[in-house]
């Protein structure tokens, strides 16, 4: 038995957070069944949908999960005591860099795109981060955010760029974590698992999952779900969409798209649309990014048909995005006309 295998077979009760600090509550979050999404989305009685809520984390979002794995991993090469760290996010991993820098005694500098809801940016600064924003331009542009937080880490003296989007940590740590953690839940819910569902943002948690699974479930089709636009689906050409978190204009460094055994592509109203169901008929408040993978494992069930067991991740909380697609104006106004009345019914 592997020792990630070993991991997932430990799981049969929910584990008591330690709680010595907010950083020992990261991990070991519920896997939860969608009942009635499930049923409201035309899935079959018999087939279960079931979804990682990893916006029980501290920080929000199964970044938590990295944020801790990159400083540790830069402590142990050298990361000096009340050093600088500079990272470039898209929100979420900012958030939880700064609650752990917070927490460890670190300076944090963050670079974002202006498609970063203010909500993050708010939390970013209340954590004592310092921010700064960048346009939302494509790779290649010096002023994106990526080459934006190289240059600023190098004009830093002895500050560490912890580069998720590079890093093996961001594969490892949900290869070693968030991988048999699911597949254990799944297996005492339901006692198989035929598919996972995610999305791709830096590939991390992707990757990560999905070679778990591919070793200890061979079984289990694993699903990407991408936003329509972005081209990691197989699209020739990329477009904005409103989605935050997943999708790109070229193929992350850390993205094996041989892991992939299908795709299933998300309109940014579908995305939303089922975020608003996970809310109105789950009471959970998640970002776009989840109800895609919402939107992307109902098609998958359907498809599987009865007795199917989805499992998919809710990567993070929708308390992000409550100026966003939660708020009817801003649908409106960016061309989801009527989704909260469709919701509604």
């Given amino acids: 038995m592997t020792e990630s295998t070993r991991y997932a077979a430990e799981i049969v009760e929910p584990v008591e957070a330690r709680g010595e600090t907010v950083l020992d509550c990261i991990g070991w979050t519920p896997l939860l069944e969608l009942k009635r999404l499930a049923r409201a989305a035309g899935v079959p009685e018999s087939a279960r949908i079931l979804a990682k809520a990893e916006h029980f984390n501290p920080g929000g979002s199964v970044k938590d999960r990295l944020a801790l794995a990159l400083i540790e991993d830069a402590e142990a090469r050298g990361l000096p005591a009340g050093g600088t760290i500079v990272e470039a996010t898209s929100g979420n991993t900012g958030i939880s860099l700064a609650m752990a820098a917070a927490v460890k005694g670190y300076r944090l500098q963050v670079v974002a795109s202006t498609k970063v809801s203010q909500e993050k940016l708010r939390l970013l600064r209340a954590l004592g981060a310092e921010v700064h924003v960048t346009p939302n331009v494509p790779h290649g542009d010096p002023r994106h955010y990526t080459a934006v937080a190289k240059r600023l880490a190098a004009e830093i003296p002895g500050a560490?760029?912890?580069?998720?989007?590079?890093?093996?940590?961001?594969?490892?740590?949900?290869?070693?974590?968030?991988?048999?953690?699911?597949?254990?839940?799944?297996?005492?819910a339901a006692g198989r698992l035929d598919a996972f569902v995610c999305g791709v943002g830096?590939?991390?948690t992707f990757a990560g999952i999905a070679s778990y699974l591919r070793r200890e479930s061979p079984d289990t089709r694993i699903v990407l779900a991408d936003p329509e636009g972005s081209v990691l689906a197989g699209a020739p050409d990329f477009r904005p969409y409103l989605?935050?978190?997943?999708?790109?204009d070229s193929t992350p460094p850390l993205f094996d798209p041989s892991l992939v055994d299908e795709s299933v592509t998300v309109s940014d109203r579908e995305s939303f649309r089922f975020a608003l169901l996970a809310a109105r008929l789950e009471g959970l408040i998640v970002g776009g990014s989840s109800g895609s993978h919402l939107a992307a494992a109902a098609e998958v069930a359907r498809r599987l048909g009865p007795g199917a067991v989805v499992a998919t991740v809710l990567p993070d909380t929708g308390r992000n995005y409550l100026t966003k697609f939660f708020d009817p104006a801003w649908c409106q106004e960016?061309?989801?006309?009527?989704?909260?009345?469709e919701v509604a019914r």
């Fill in 334 to 341: 960016h061309g989801l006309t009527d989704l909260h009345r």
């Fill in 202 to 204: 830096t590939g991390g």
């Fill in 243 to 248: 989605v935050e978190g997943i999708g790109d």
């Fill in 160 to 188: 560490v760029y912890l580069d998720q989007f590079h890093s093996p940590v961001n594969a490892r740590i949900h290869e070693e974590r968030t991988g048999p953690e699911i597949l254990g839940q799944a297996l005492r």
